[in-house]
């Protein structure tokens, strides 16, 4: 590989891991909020959500907060993008999940956003 491009994708992987790392990871609480909605959700649940959040929504563009968009605009969101990422339906649901959840609770950044 090319010295430049090698720089590059150094580059790029920091930006996707600076990303991930903002993005906070699911609690307890997380889960019983969206019980109702999602019955027997777990922490793990969630967790596992987040992680291919971040696995297979990084490709084309950095994982947005999941206050983005409102928990009812989510799923929306992910029919168009599950297409894009060629989701299996189980990705999707925990991913939708993870992504609801947080935008539920109002946050999704572990920090303040930059
Ligand atoms: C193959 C490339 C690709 C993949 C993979 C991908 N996206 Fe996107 N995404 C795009 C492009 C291009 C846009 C720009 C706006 C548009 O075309 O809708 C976008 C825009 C978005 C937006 C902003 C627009 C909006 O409706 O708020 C969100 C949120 C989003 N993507 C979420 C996701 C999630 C969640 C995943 C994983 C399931 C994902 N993306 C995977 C290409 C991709």
């Known amino acids: 590989m090319a010295p430049r491009k090698a720089a590059l994708c150094l580059a790029a992987a920091f930006v996707a891991l600076g990303c991930a790392a903002?993005?906070?990871?699911?609690?307890?609480?997380d889960a019983q909020a969206v019980?109702?909605?999602?019955?027997?959700t777990t922490?793990?649940?969630l967790e596992r959500g987040r992680t291919l959040y971040v696995?297979?929504?990084?490709?084309?563009h950095t994982v947005p907060l999941p206050s983005v968009h409102t928990p009812a605009e989510w799923p929306e969101v992910l029919g168009e993008m599950a297409g894009r990422s060629r989701l299996t339906a189980q990705e999707r649901a925990d991913i939708e999940r993870f992504l609801v959840a947080l935008s539920a609770a109002g946050t999704g950044a572990a920090a303040p956003a930059p």
């Open 22 to 29: 903002a993005l906070r990871h699911p609690t307890a609480a």
């Open 35 to 40: 019980a109702a909605r999602y019955p027997g």
């Open 43 to 45: 922490a793990v649940d």
């Open 55 to 60: 696995r297979r929504c990084a490709g084309c």
